[in-house]
């Protein structure tokens, strides 16, 4: 398993770190697909594996375009708008994902442990009022700086506005800052933002193009690297 593009100079630290949210600190990946497949159901739409895989890591609003769009070619005029999938997305989300807030291996240890030495924030395509539930709900909420989410800014994940704003929080230059993500859509909005990228796919087999990688926060192989950057004790 290797990084697809070149690193920084083996002497860059990063000044700050931004980790995404669902997929790399919580197991919430699945629920949210839960939720996705049971609002587009709803309006006559099927969204098979690849599909899936083609959404994963996309905002709620972006996702509502996507099933939006694939039922009025469905049903028509008739067919629900953006505006209303987008509400029954969020809704649904906040029961199925709410009881599915548990941390996975190695993620609120990391995140304590780099928030010791750097600035940590939480960018996210999660709508406000549920990052909110799960920062709190996974125990970060107390070291964490600042979370991003959606709602936050005029564009979701993959353009790289959640990122950008993060930064500008933490008060740290982009260059001088480290992304953690498992998606494609989190790794190009953290590379155009400027971020060096720690991708942490769980599993998933789908390309990203990122600077270092790992296969979760778990994973062994992070821990020197982590020393290295100064972001261990």
Not at 34 to 50: C, F, K, L, P, S
Not at 140 to 157: H, I, Y
């Amino acid at each position: 398993m290797q990084p697809t593009l070149p690193g920084p100079d083996p002497s860059w630290r990063p000044r700050a770190v931004v980790f995404d949210c669902d997929g790399v600190l919580m197991d919430t990946e699945r629920a949210w697909a839960r939720v996705q497949h049971r609002v587009a159901e709803q309006v006559g739409v099927t969204i098979d594996e690849r599909t899936e895989a083609g959404l994963m890591g996309l905002s709620a609003r972006d996702i509502a375009t996507f099933i939006a769009a694939r039922a009025r070619e469905a049903a028509g005029a008739s067919a629900p708008g953006e505006d209303e999938i987008h509400d029954r997305l969020v809704g649904t989300e906040a029961d199925v994902v709410g009881a599915s807030m548990d941390p996975l291996p190695g993620a609120v240890e990391t995140v304590r442990a780099a928030a010791r030495h750097v600035p940590v924030a939480v960018a996210s395509n999660s709508t406000r009022a549920i990052l909110d539930r799960k920062m709190h709900a996974v125990g970060l909420a107390d070291v964490l700086q600042t979370w991003v989410s959606a709602e936050d800014v005029p564009r979701g994940k993959p353009a790289p506005d959640i990122y950008e704003e993060a930064v500008r929080r933490l008060g740290v230059d982009a260059a001088d800052s480290l992304a953690v993500e498992d998606s494609p859509a989190g790794a190009t909005a953290a590379r155009t933002a400027g971020l060096w990228v720690l991708g942490a796919p769980l599993g998933h087999s789908e390309p990203m193009a990122t600077h270092f990688l790992v296969g979760s926060l778990g994973d062994p192989t992070l821990q020197p690297m982590l020393r290295a950057w100064g972001l261990a004790d």
